[in-house]
């Protein structure tokens, strides 16, 4: 199917994208959507004839356990709502720990990369079968961004790739972003990826800007698309015709004539690169597959991804192999992730806090897991600071509590009842 070009619909530009002129479709984030109705801007826009994909963040296909049957439910509700040609979500794990690992669950917020290794391969395959099972309309995958690489992988990206489009027959969705994003990061060359990807493969293709800080590439979707990851789109171009293109901004949304001229540049990119020579080089052979392979795949990945999570969350020593600065790099992005996130769900709280409340959260996260959602952790949050008598400004503390009591329904805990809670779930490993 055609998609043309589209870009990333937000409800904070929602009023901007219907009046960008030249759009074919839009990809709206599926966890931020209804199961039983739509945005009033996503139903005018589907009145206009304008397709709409669902774009999955919370799956966590290349996670250890299976998926779970809700969200993909879930999933697949908002696909029949949007009358979706096809669904997408992501090439990473989100959460890790529980009964395969036999340790406690622990919540990234964010997209991790998973190993390139045969395990995972097999773990992912699977997923990926369990999902297209119920899903009503196909699905495409997206490779991701990362800070970090994993120690003894068996596989490039794009034979890790290749073999899973052989083995599940999925789509994918390509971003162009991310793949410099591993250029910068772990000095992969975006060329021999995509010379090593089945292009034909392709459902459609991100495009999207990032920021470079102390030789570290940040996958931001918050700044403008620079030339660099134009230019990944081009030698992306000059091998295949994408059925699709899609601008991406999930922060610090720019005025809309900002967003019209990265959408132009776009176009631009792929006129050129399409008038150019076509780069046709043989995709290499699948890498071969160990002649000798050993049952519990997923058991080995639970573990090995739960050391890798552990060690970015709670503070846990780093497993071996990994960079430690850039485990370092990566915690703190979460942190701060989390910390973003958090100031959004409960506004309140920077409000009360002022400009100490970042750094009393990212105190507060260096080793305690998210558990429950960033609802509950804005409330564990409050909770810790009113235990430990902060803020000191006493009006701001009696604001504090005035909204931890409104949302927990309940006294904050004394100190004490603190410390006996701590003891105990040390106690029962929780």
């Not at 994003?181 to 992969?188: K, L, S």
Request: aromatic share 4%; net charge negative.
């Amino acid at each position: 199917m055609k998609l043309g070009i589209g870009i990333g619909w937000r409800p904070e530009i929602a009023d901007a994208v219907e009046a960008l002129p030249g759009i074919d479709w839009v990809e709206a984030v599926s966890e931020n959507l209804c199961t039983d109705h739509l945005p009033e801007s996503l139903v005018r826009l589907r009145e206009r004839g304008v397709t709409v994909v669902p774009h999955g963040v919370s799956l966590g296909l290349g996670g250890a356990e299976r998926p779970d049957p809700g969200r993909l439910a879930g999933l697949a509700a908002r696909a029949g709502l949007l009358g979706a040609p096809l669904v997408t979500e992501h090439i990473a794990f989100v959460r890790a720990g529980g009964p395969l690992s036999a340790s406690q669950p622990l919540e990234a917020g964010h997209l991790l990369p998973v190993p390139r290794t045969w395990d995972a391969l097999d773990v992912l395959c699977e997923n990926v079968r369990i999902a297209q099972d119920s899903l009503p309309v196909p699905l495409a995958l997206e490779n991701i961004a990362a800070l970090i690489s994993w120690p003894g992988e068996e596989l490039t990206e794009g034979q890790f790739l290749a073999e899973l489009v052989e083995r599940t027959g999925v789509r994918l969705l390509i971003d162009v972003a991310n793949l410099h994003t591993n250029h910068v990061n772990r000095g992969e060359d975006p060329a021999t990826e995509l010379d090593e990807l089945p292009v034909e493969a392709i459902a459609y293709v991100h495009v999207a800007g990032g920021v470079e800080k102390d030789g570290v590439w940040h996958d931001t979707h918050a700044h403008p698309v620079t030339r660099p990851v134009l230019d990944v789109l081009s030698g992306l171009r000059s091998r295949v015709d994408p059925p699709g293109v899609l601008l991406e901004r999930d922060d610090d949304f720019p005025p809309a004539e900002e967003l019209a001229g990265e959408l132009a540049a776009i176009r631009s990119t792929l006129a050129e690169a399409a008038s150019g020579p076509r780069t046709v080089r043989p995709r290499p052979a699948l890498a071969p597959e160990p002649s000798s392979r050993t049952a519990g795949g997923r058991e080995r990945t639970a573990v090995a991804q739960t050391a890798l999570l552990s060690a970015l969350v709670a503070g846990t020593p780093a497993p071996d192999g990994f960079d430690h600065r850039r485990l370092g790099v990566q915690s703190h992005a979460l942190a701060a992730k989390r910390a973003d996130v958090v100031a959004k769900v409960a506004p309140e709280l920077p409000g009360i806090l002022g400009d100490g409340y970042r750094k009393a959260f990212l105190a507060y996260a260096r080793n305690r897991p998210m558990s429950g959602g960033y609802r509950r952790d804005a409330l564990a949050f409050a909770e810790l600071l009113l235990v430990e008598g902060r803020p000191d400004d006493e009006a701001a503390r009696r604001r504090l509590t005035l909204w931890w009591q409104d949302r927990a329904g309940s006294r904050p805990p004394r100190r004490a009842t603190r410390l006996v809670r701590s003891a105990r779930a040390a106690l029962l490993g929780k």
